[in-house]
């Protein structure tokens, strides 16, 4: 690695846009490590288009992040010269495929969550947050219904399908907390109309969890202990890995353009 | 002497330059058709041409907003620049009826309005663009585009695309 890192004025804005931003990248990069391996061809192509519509999300976030930032900063520079500890996604997007129920039900987690944020957002004060909530809210629409139908088959799929998915449910369910958290800078945002309070999101998520998963014959865990971290910067060992290849041809040919 | 009139002609003539660009993956549709060409404005010789993306992530949007310098410059216009507009969002609402016209006879489904897309598990029916029964079924969600889903006739066992509502 021998391109340094960038500096980022990390305003309660920038790190509100930087926080969905990075969200939306690492599970797109994660979903992206599907092309070509997925169990069949629908789902490779599903997997990657849904990895599309995160990086694009992610893009409009970045741009607007580098926008409010002021600096010379860009999407490309926000997404590739920044470190672990300077990004802010949350630790379940950053968690490993795993097997194909680990996937769906990281997805399922998260894309329940983001479709209620998307819509929420939409009402938001700023002109560019709201219009970038109406764009993603329709994708993830479409990304909940397809977790949604995954989760339902393996869980009442198989015995063996059923007991990966559950035990998909039971290792990712402590990453769930973190997004229902918000930090001093995000409250003050949230008091201004510009931010969503996610914590007002949590009922109507549980809703779509406890439906879905009534419906597979799956259960939620009972254990209410969460793991935070990621939103502060403090990630798990496995986002290192991740950037060190999602970021290498900028950190070996900075500046590089296709 | 510049007139009113002749700017508005030069506008129109901008205007088409720009509304022949056909989406990449769609060769049938133009951007016109498609309702992403949304303002073009002159100033001067300078042209400004907006656009708005389908999908956030769709990778032809790029290709699009070249060929859209590319005709204008074809056209004698010589500074045009393309500026992407976030707001309001696309929605396949705006697909001209022309627009679901040319699709169908390409062998792609139109889309439907949009009124169902929020239901998680709702039916839907979809017309078979090549025989037109309606006994058809959902192969995938994600098609061989961000744009469509791959669909399958059980009458005339083709297999086709559906633009998705958006």
Redesign the interface.
Known sequence: MVVANIQVSETPLVIYALRRADDALILGHRLSEWCGHAPML??D??L??????????A??LYTFAAKVEGRDNDEDKLAYLRDVRQYRNLLLVEQPNGDFAQTLVRQFFYSAFADLYWRAMMNSRD??L???A???E??S??H???A??WIIRLGDGTEESHRRAQAAIDNLWAFTGEMFAVDDGERALIHRGIAVDPASLRGRWLA?LS?VTREATLALPQNDWMQQGGRSGRHSEHLGHLLSELQSMQRTFPGLIW | MVTVTDDAALRQRAWDAAASVVDPEIPVLSIADLGVLRDVVLDGDHVEVAIT?T?????AMNMIALEIEVALERAGFQHAKVRTV??????TDWLTEDGRKKLRAYGIAPPQASNS??A??GDQTVACPQCGSDKTEL????????CKA?WRCKACREPFDYF?C?
Do not use: V
């Open positions: 629908e789902e192509m599903a990657s288009n849904i990895a599309l519509d995160l990086i694009g999300q893009r409009e002109a560019t709201a219009a970038i109406a764009k993603s329709k994708e629409a479409y909940l219904r397809h949604s139908e779509t439906e | 993306p999908y956030s992530g769709c990778p976030l707001s309001p969002a696309w929605t897309r929020r998680l598990f192969l995938s969600e994600f098609g061989s585009t961000s791959l998705k958006h």
